[in-house]
């Protein structure tokens, strides 16, 4: 199949159906943390070993404690 016949079929799924194959492709990049795919896994674990994971060495990610909790309006 080529990748413009696959493309036109993706599109023409359902958005639960996109975001289970979107899901299943981002499992199987992390396969050799030994993820199984008919296993859901945690959120925070999807990201734990996200390759974005290793930029947290690199930024600060601790929240700002400095606002006020009253500052947010809805």
Same mark, same amino acid.
């Given at each position: 199949?080529?990748?413009q016949e696959l493309e036109? &079929?993706?599109?023409? $799924? *359902?958005?639960?159906d996109k975001l289970y194959i979107i899901q299943l492709l981002a499992q199987? /990049?992390?396969?050799?943390?030994?993820i199984?795919?008919? &296993?859901?896994?945690? $959120? *925070?674990e999807f990201?734990?070993?996200?390759?974005?994971?290793e930029l947290t060495?690199? /930024?600060d990610l601790s929240r700002d404690r400095t606002l006020k909790s009253?500052?947010?309006t809805p």
């Open positions: 199949m080529a990748i036109q &079929q993706l599109l023409q $799924l *359902s958005p639960n199987s /990049l992390t396969t050799h943390n030994n199984h795919l008919d &296993q859901p896994s945690k $959120l *925070s990201f734990r070993q996200s390759p974005l994971a060495e690199e /930024l009253d500052a947010f």
